[in-house]
């Protein structure tokens, strides 16, 4: 099976920065696109930022400017750099990535997800 670990989360004061990472381990052919989402409580999940598998990016306009996501092929792992944080950047952040386990086959996969509080 394949799964998603995230780290990185954590109580930051408005203004500071925070830096996740999402390693996939398991059966894994390659990795297509892989994303950050993220959701605040009594609000739906929302995309925050994706990547392809040749480093194209997209992000949500809310943090264009503040938030890079990056990913490093050779470990399986997405980065999200986020900077001049801000309260309403409180939610929990979830990783996602569309993995081929082999060749033709082909899912969908969610990380647990990480707390990330801002405030002071």
């Known amino acids: 099976q394949v799964q998603l670990m995230e780290s990185g989360g954590g109580l930051v004061q408005p203004g500071g920065s925070l830096r996740l990472s999402c390693a996939a381990s398991?059966?894994?052919?390659?990795?297509?696109?892989m994303a950050w989402y993220r959701q605040a409580p009594g609000k739906q999940r929302e995309l925050v930022a994706a990547i392809t598998s040749g480093s194209s990016t997209n992000y949500a306009d809310f943090v264009k400017g503040r938030f890079t996501i990056s990913r490093d092929n050779a470990r399986n792992t997405v980065y999200l750099q986020m900077n001049s944080l801000k309260p309403e950047d409180t939610a929990v952040y979830y990783c996602n990535a569309d993995i081929n386990r082999s060749r033709g086959v082909r899912s969908n996969y969610w990380g647990q997800g990480t707390q990330v509080t801002v405030s002071s």
């Open positions: 398991g059966s894994i052919f390659s990795i297509n696109a």
